[in-house]
Structures are given as C-alpha cells and as structure tokens.
Nanobody, 131 residues
C-alpha cells in the first residue's frame, strides 16, 4: 500500500523558515501528482502547493513567493520549503497524492473539486508560527 509520512514541522517565529518532507513508499507509478494541504485550527482545509512529474507546479495565492514545492526522485520524497512564515501559516500540513495523476488539473487538485476519493493522505505535521 502507498504510504505518505510527513516530517519537518515545528514552532518558529514570524519570518522564520521550515522545510517539510513527505516520504513516499509503495507508490507504483512513474508519474505523479502530489502536493501539500493545510488544516487550520478552525478545521478548514486549504490547498497550498502541487507538483506533477512534468514539473508543473501551482501555489495558493497566500504562499506564492514564500513557499517552494519540490520532489527528489532518488529519495522518493516531496518537499515544501517555507520561508518568511507568518502566524496565519499556522496549521497541520498534510501531504497528498492523486493516483489518477490529477486528471482535472493542478488547480482542481488544490481545490479538492471534484472530490477525489482515491486521494492518498499522510497523517500531517504541525507548523506553528508565533512570537
């Protein structure tokens, strides 16, 4: 079975940086469409960034210019470099993979519409930004 395991979360001050990792195991495909979501304390889920195996990426407007998504094929790991963190970035960050390789496009992946019951999710890693 496919497993996604996130790490790298923590507590930082505003303006700080963190690098999240999502280790992928058991993924049987050579192509991929994977990304990061975050779940706020109010339990809202927001798509943050997505990357596919064609090296196409898309970001939420709220993180453009501050976050970078990348993938290391040799390590089977997805990364999210987060710089200039703000208190509103505080959330549980989850890694997700679409086994269907985002058939509705990257924007659809971030919106989670149409719903994709086949999406694979990690357990999440907490990011807290406060002074």
């Amino acid at each position: 079975a496919v497993q996604l395991v996130e790490s790298g979360g923590g507590s930082v001050q505003p303006g700080g940086s963190l690098r999240l990792s999502c280790k992928v195991s058991g993924y049987p495909y050579n192509t991929y469409c994977m990304g990061w979501f975050r779940r706020t304390p109010g339990n809202e889920t927001e798509g943050v960034a997505v990357l596919d195996s064609d090296h196409q990426s898309r970001y939420a407007d709220s993180v453009k210019g501050r976050f970078i998504i990348s993938h290391d094929n040799a390590k089977n790991t997805l990364f999210l470099q987060m710089d200039n963190l703000k208190p509103e970035d505080t959330a549980m960050y989850l890694c997700a993979a679409d086994p269907g390789h985002c058939p509705y496009g990257l924007a659809s992946f971030l919106r989670l519409k149409p719903s994709r019951p086949s999406m694979i999710w990690g357990q999440g890693t907490q990011v807290t930004v406060s002074s």
